[in-house]
């Protein structure tokens, strides 16, 4: 177990996006403890509408969803999903490398705890459904930070406007109506670089979806 206790240093030293300039750096470890804290409120608004959430999956989901980077690295959001045999070719390498470190460094009578936790979290439960959400809301900030800062890269804007995307997929839970009615409204108030581009692909996105109206942003 040493060296998987010694590799979680390792993830504080492999930053999102590379290769592209960014007014704030973000570790894949940051990344991981955000995406936690934001599948705790939404598990907690599910929850209070009736849900029932089984916190143990959630949080190691949620802790452990992208341990495997360490592998291959952080790829590019929009690089990722360009190309479906793509994504299905990382998903095995990462898969393949994923189960070698288990076998080599894990004891062998915690493998297959281990095996559960490091593999793909995003499935059909609704612990799963809440993480690919948290996922893209954290992405959604940090591209939004970039932009908020002026950053000239337009990945920036492709980020977010996947993000929110993908977020949409998932308009029919509870947590994600209470982010569409009360969160996104307040990131997208105030100035900012580009506001009126970035307000008109936020509506653009919501209608596309047939999001209600009530969920729309007022300029």
């Not at 300039?21 to 990344?31: L, T």
């Amino acid at each position: 177990m040493h060296h998987y206790i010694k590799s979680l240093s390792d993830l504080e030293n492999i930053y999102r996006c590379p290769g592209k300039f960014k007014y704030e750096e973000h570790s894949v470890a940051a990344h991981s403890f955000k995406v936690t804290q934001i599948a705790q409120f939404l598990g907690t608004v599910e929850e209070r509408e009736g849900s029932e959430i089984n916190w143990r999956r959630l949080y190691e989901k949620a802790l452990n969803h992208d341990y495997t980077e360490l592998f291959i690295g952080d790829i590019k959001t929009p690089v990722k999903y360009a190309d479906p045999a793509l994504r299905e070719h990382l998903a095995n390498v990462e898969e393949s490398m994923t189960q070698s470190f288990i076998y080599n460094e894990i004891p062998t009578e915690y493998r297959a705890i281990y095996t559960k936790r490091l593999k793909e979290g995003k499935d059909e439960t609704l612990e799963g459904k809440i993480l690919s959400v948290a996922d893209k809301i954290d992405l959604l900030y940090e591209s939004f930070g970039e932009i908020q800062k002026g950053n000239p890269e337009k990945l920036f804007t492709e980020i977010f406007q996947e993000s929110l995307t993908t977020i949409l997929l998932f308009k029919s839970m509870n947590s994600v109506q209470y982010f569409l009615k009360s969160v996104l409204p307040d990131l997208l108030s105030g100035d900012f670089t580009n506001q009126e581009e970035l307000h008109t692909l936020s509506k653009q996105i919501l209608s596309d979806h047939e999001v209600e109206q009530t969920f729309a942003i007022d300029i």
